[in-house]
Every structure is written in structure tokens, then in C-alpha cells.
């Protein structure tokens, strides 16, 4: 996969994309980022990328030119199309289900605004989805991407090491993830539940479905309220509760 972020912070989305699981994605060859600034499009003296908003108001805004000229740099990169994502608050929230389906993709492009934002006709014109990691405000749309970037790299084929633990991931079947222990198995803040060391995989399992369950009823119900579960899992909410009440 190729993703290619317009930005005018370069060193800090390719330093993201560097790093642990998704750094390693792209030694691999499995995952290719590159950065675009937009400044280096700028044509006035000055490099200007941004100006006051029309109608007055605080901050500034990103021109169309600069950042229509990178794009266009951008798509010209590789020859497969690829649809045009910007980060932005106002955008529809970065779900799992939605991280999973733009890992499927063989390309995208993140746009990222800064200041007050971005001429709104260039997004009119140019950007295909708005996505937003959150309902809170960051300063520029670079940490958005690269929350992104690390969510699709890790997805990709041959990128996490145990196969596995890509399916075991928290929302991956809508429900959080169960609480995990290592070595030592006894220690001053408690012991490992001592089904965890039983060998009994099956009763492990189910332990981990239980808590996985319970969890997400404790701390998400939204979430539960979503599923349809089946008899096992029902019956496996219902010991948690039990267990819980005491
Ligand atoms: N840019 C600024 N805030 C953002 C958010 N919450 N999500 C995505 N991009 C953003």
C-alpha cells in the first residue's frame, strides 16, 4: 500500500510512519509513505501557504493553489487513482470497521490542514472523504494522519509478527479486548488468574470471550448494544455479571 500525506510538517508524519510496527511495514516493503509539503508549491516570495479569511475572523486559512499543486505532485507519484482523505474534526469518525476497509485499498492520500483550516473549495473540488479520529480539536490534521497511518500500516498483510494478533485485536469483533498478564506469576500487586495457567486452552478461551464481554458491557455498552450475541457469549455475559455482583 502507498499512502502519501500532504503536510506542511513532513519530518513529523515520515518520523510517525518510521517507527515500531508500521516502520518495520515499510522495510518490508508492504506499506510506502510519502510526505508532501505544500510550501514547496508556494510561488510568491514568501512561500506563503496561508491568508486571513474572507468575512473576517480569527486565524488564517489554507490557499487552494499550494495545496492543489501538491496534490497534484502527489497523484502524479504512482499510477494507481487514489481517493483524497481529509483529516478534519468535522469529518465522520475513524471507527475499525473503517481502518480495515482503507487497508484493503492499494493507495490514499491524507490531506492535512493547519490554522483555522482549509479554502473550502479545494475540498469541494479535491477531497473525496473527511475523516476525524475524535470529538475533540487537534492543531493541525499530522497527529490525525498518522493515528491513521499506524492503524492501516499494522493491518497490512505480514506487517504484525503473530499472525494472529491482528483478529484478537480489541473491536475487531465490535467487542474490547480482555485483560492480558506475563510472567511473574506472583507478585506483590497480585496474582495471574489461575485459569491463565491451567493449560486447559479451551477453558482460557472462554475465560478471554467472558471478560471480553464483560468488559465491554462495563465500559462500553453502546458498543454491546450494537451485537447480536449468540447463546455462548449470553451465557458467558450473564457469569460475568454474576461474578461482578457481589
Ligand atoms: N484535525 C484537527 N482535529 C482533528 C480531529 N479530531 N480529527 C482529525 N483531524 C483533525
Not at 61 to 72: C, F, K, N, S
Not at 212 to 218: D, F, S, V
Request: include cysteine; charge should be negative; hydrophobic fraction near 40%.
Amino acid at each position: 500500500m502507498r499512502i502519501d500525506v500532504i503536510t506542511l510538517f513532513p519530518e513529523f508524519v515520515e518520523t510517525c510512519a518510521g517507527i515500531g510496527v508500521v516502520g518495520r511495514a515499510q522495510e518490508r516493503g508492504l506499506l510506502q509513505v510519502q510526505a508532501w509539503n505544500p510550501r514547496d508549491y508556494a510561488t510568491d516570495a514568501y512561500r506563503r501557504v496561508d491568508e486571513r479569511p474572507f468575512g473576517g475572523g480569527p486565524g488564517m486559512v489554507m490557499l487552494i493553489d499550494p495545496l492543489r499543486d501538491a496534490l497534484v505532485a502527489a497523484r502524479a507519484a504512482a499510477t494507481e487513482p487514489a481517493k483524497t482523505i481529509y483529516l478534519s474534526p468535522q469529518g465522520t469518525r475513524l471507527t475499525q470497521e473503517k481502518v480495515a476497509e482503507f487497508a484493503q485499498r492499494d493507495r490514499m492520500i491524507l490531506l492535512c490542514g493547519r490554522y483555522e483550516g482549509v479554502d473550502e473549495r479545494l475540498l469541494e473540488h479535491e477531497a473525496d472523504e473527511e475523516i476525524s479520529i475524535g470529538d475533540y480539536v487537534l492543531s493541525g490534521g499530522e497527529l490525525a494522519a498518522a493515528v491513521l497511518i499506524d492503524a492501516i500500516g499494522r493491518l497490512q498483510e505480514g506487517a504484525l509478527n503473530d499472525a494472529q494478533s491482528a483478529q484478537q485485536d480489541s473491536f475487531s469483533d465490535g467487542l474490547l479486548d480482555c485483560p492480558h498478564y506475563t510472567r511473574p506469576e506472583q507478585h506483590a500487586l497480585g496474582p495471574v488468574p489461575t485459569v491463565l495457567t491451567s493449560g486447559d486452552h479451551a477453558a482460557i478461551r472462554r475465560w478471554r470471550r467472558k471478560q471480553a464481554l464483560g468488559r465491554t458491557w462495563l465500559r462500553r455498552p453502546e458498543l454491546l448494544a450494537q451485537l447480536k450475541l449468540g447463546k455462548e457469549d449470553e451465557k458467558l455475559l450473564i457469569e460475568f455479571q454474576q461474578d461482578t455482583k457481589i
